[in-house]
């Protein structure tokens, strides 16, 4: 992997807000009637916290993320981010980081993360400042002018991090940011995205398969269970920050580890 | 093979063809009656362009393939378009056009010339049919390689539809919509030039047709010389386009 510039270390942008999530159900048509995806989700994001969601696949927990997010409406309840409700996208108070191909092949890693500010046409100047900003912060520096398709795949991802960071959002919502990488640099990354959280202080909601992923990343776990989606337990990962990868061979974090496992393969 | 052993075997490939055209018939190991050498052609192609009646029909030839692209090119786009984006449309529509599309187009020739003569609008009316299904599909295919994630992505960041239609269909379907125009052309060409060697008054593709019946094998060549050129020329200059924005593809 190439030598990745170095980071200007410091505080940027605004800190994180919360997040409520009250009696948030789904049901959605299906082929045999209707189908319940999502059942009675409660939950709180404290500002700054940085929660992971996991459970089974299919269990609705992709769902809950775009509801968060205001792409999708739930049947019922509410979702409040900074106090007030979450209707539709409102990429000022929500960040969204998708898996790997969502980088748009046609422009540049500085054009991808100027993309939400040429939505509201920003400046050109007032772009590239806060893009060149928001890639110094990734650890992108000189990286701007390369088109996606000549990224590695963790790159892409420090692109779509910058992308999603660039309008200082103070919720950051992650839907399997990482699955798509090899196990090393996933582990990398993981590393990363917490020295850019510590550095942001957001409130980061962060969804994986990977249980090794969750406690590392955690201050709290939240397992959902095979649909209909409800949450089943909460985990307060009480490791000492900052994290390290010797943590991961320590007792306490294998026991956390197995604790999400009997929750998430516990048949219903 | 390096870059270069290519190119050089290719223009190799070339040489030897132009010089098989050239000597084969003079030495009359091929008929020069019917493969006349290649300089009587060149000379004859030279001749032939300084004519009146064969500059009259290279302009109404062109004038056809010209106006049926541009009639031909945004229905299709515009109709493929619709048929990929509304459920509706697409439900409607789609075996239809998928049945159309596989039917070869030159069957219906005579229902053209019976309707609409053997003028300018009959030339234009079937190359627009002949060239209208392969840009439907096309198109059909351009907005369906349009990724969802990069729909979502610019939702996500508060994208109106006018802006996800620019900064994200438009872009994305690019690559395919100038392979779409380059496809296009050679049907829409191929139309006109059958319709006019079919039945028809004037065009360059009459002019060979003529030529053809009466044996006349330099201007036939001639006349094939000049076409290929110009095709050729217009599908490299759509695909020079299309290595422009290759880095796009994924």
Redesign the interface.
């Known amino acids: 992997m190439q030598q990745l510039a170095d980071v200007t270390p410091g505080r940027v942008g605004a800190a994180g807000a919360s997040v409520e999530v009250a009696g948030v159900s789904h049901v959605y048509e299906g082929r045999d009637g209707r189908v319940p995806a999502l059942e009675d989700i409660t939950l709180t994001v404290g500002a700054g916290r940085f929660t992971v969601i996991v459970g089974p696949s299919g269990c609705g927990k992709t769902s809950l993320l775009m509801m968060m997010a205001g792409l999708r409406r739930q049947t019922s309840g509410t979702i409040l981010c900074a106090g007030r409700p979450i209707l539709d996208p409102d990429p000022q108070r929500v960040g969204v980081v998708f898996q790997e191909a969502s980088l748009f092949p046609w422009q540049t890693a500085m054009e991808n993360v100027e993309f939400p500010l040429a939505l509201r046409h920003v400046p050109a100047a007032e772009r590239h400042r806060r893009s060149a900003s928001m890639l110094n912060l990734v650890g992108l520096d000189g990286f701007g002018g390369r088109y996606p398709h000549e990224l590695s795949g963790g790159m892409k991802q420090r692109v779509s991090i910058a992308r999603g960071l660039v309008q200082d959002p103070p919720v950051l919502l992650m839907d399997e940011p990482f699955a798509a990488l090899d196990e090393q640099t996933r582990m990398t990354m993981g590393h990363e995205l917490l020295r850019i959280w510590s550095q942001t202080s957001k409130t980061v909601v962060f969804i994986t398969h990977s249980l090794t992923e969750a406690v590392y990343l955690a201050d709290e776990v939240l397992v959902m269970s095979a649909r209909p989606g409800r949450i089943i337990d909460r985990i307060e990962v009480d490791l000492p920050r900052p994290r390290t990868y010797e943590m991961m061979a320590t007792d306490r974090f294998g026991r956390l580890r197995e604790r999400i496992w009997q929750q998430i393969r516990k048949p219903d | 093979m390096s870059r270069l052993a290519i190119v050089l075997a290719r223009l190799a490939l070339f040489l030897a063809l132009i010089g098989a055209w050239e000597v084969l018939p003079r030495l009359g190991i091929l008929n020069a009656r019917l493969l006349p050498p290649l300089s009587d052609v060149l000379s004859m192609l030279l001749q032939l362009v300084g004519r009146a009646n064969v500059q009259e029909a290279m302009m109404v030839t062109a004038a056809e393939v010209v106006v049926a692209f541009v009639i031909a090119v945004p229905l299709g786009a515009l109709i493929g378009v619709a048929v990929a984006e509304s459920e509706y449309f697409g439900e409607i529509f789609k075996p239809m056009l998928f049945y159309v599309f596989s039917v070869p187009k030159s069957i219906f020739l005579p229902v053209f010339i019976l309707v609409l003569g053997i003028g300018f609008h009959q030339k234009v009316a079937y190359a627009v049919f002949s060239t209208l299904f392969i840009v439907i599909m096309s198109a059909t295919a351009a907005v369906e390689s349009v ?1 969802p ?2 729909v ?8 109106t539809r006018r ?1 996800i239609l620019f ?2 269909y438009v ?2 379907m ?1 690559p395919i919509l100038l392979e779409t125009l380059r496809i296009a052309m050679i049907f829409n060409f191929t139309a006109v030039m059958i319709a006019e060697m079919y039945a028809s008054r004037t065009g360059i593709g009459h002019l060979i047709a003529n030529w053809g019946e009466n044996f006349q094998m330099r201007q036939l060549f001639a006349g094939v010389i000049l076409l290929s050129m110009v095709a050729i020329f217009f599908n490299e200059t759509i695909r020079w386009m299309e290595t422009k ?1 290759s ?4």
């Open positions: 990724k994630e990069h979502l992505v610019a939702r996500s960041y508060g994208a802006q900064r994200v872009p994305s690019v924005c880095s796009w593809r994924t």
